[in-house]
């Protein structure tokens, strides 16, 4: 067997666990963006309690990125996510032009496809949904 094919192997066999680590690293991240809104932490004035719709939006982006963090409902919840992506990318950032990097969306459009991602894949390794009962 050939070194590449060894190499090929060994990563092969780190997908799920790559794909977990992914998917918490996403989802904590997605989170922060709502815990900026509604706490102003780690940067920014929080939203005014129930103001629409940024206060609506850090409340999903907490509990949907909590879920998927932690790999409980990931399908759902990233579709879900998925969906409010696309919804922020075109209602905020496409009337501003087509281009992600010119209209300042591109976070938006990268998580929606990531999510998408998700739903497809599922959690990956590290999730809580895997774990069994004895």
């Known amino acids: 067997m050939s070194t590449d094919t060894m190499f090929e ?3 092969t066999s780190l997908t799920d666990t790559a794909l977990g680590v992914f ?3 996403v989802a904590l991240l997605f989170a922060m963006h709502g815990t900026a809104k509604l706490f102003g932490w780690p ?3 929080p939203a005014v309690l ?7 939006a ?8 909590g879920l998927i963090a932690i790999g409980l409902f990931t399908r759902a919840a990233a ?5 409010m992506m696309a919804v922020a990318y075109f209602w905020r950032h496409f009337p501003d032009g087509f281009w992600p990097l010119v209209n ?3 976070s938006a459009a990268l998580f929606c496809f990531i999510f998408l991602l998700l739903v497809v894949t599922g ?3 590290l999730a809580v949904s895997r774990r069994r009962s004895d």
């Open 9 to 11: 192997k060994r990563l």
């Open 23 to 25: 998917r918490i690293a």
């Open 43 to 45: 940067q920014g004035s």
């Open 50 to 56: 129930g103001a629409w719709p940024m206060w609506w």
């Open 58 to 65: 850090g409340v999903l982006e907490v509990v949907l990125g």
């Open 79 to 83: 579709f879900v996510a998925s969906g």
């Open 104 to 106: 300042g969306g591109e």
């Open 123 to 125: 959690p990956g390794a």
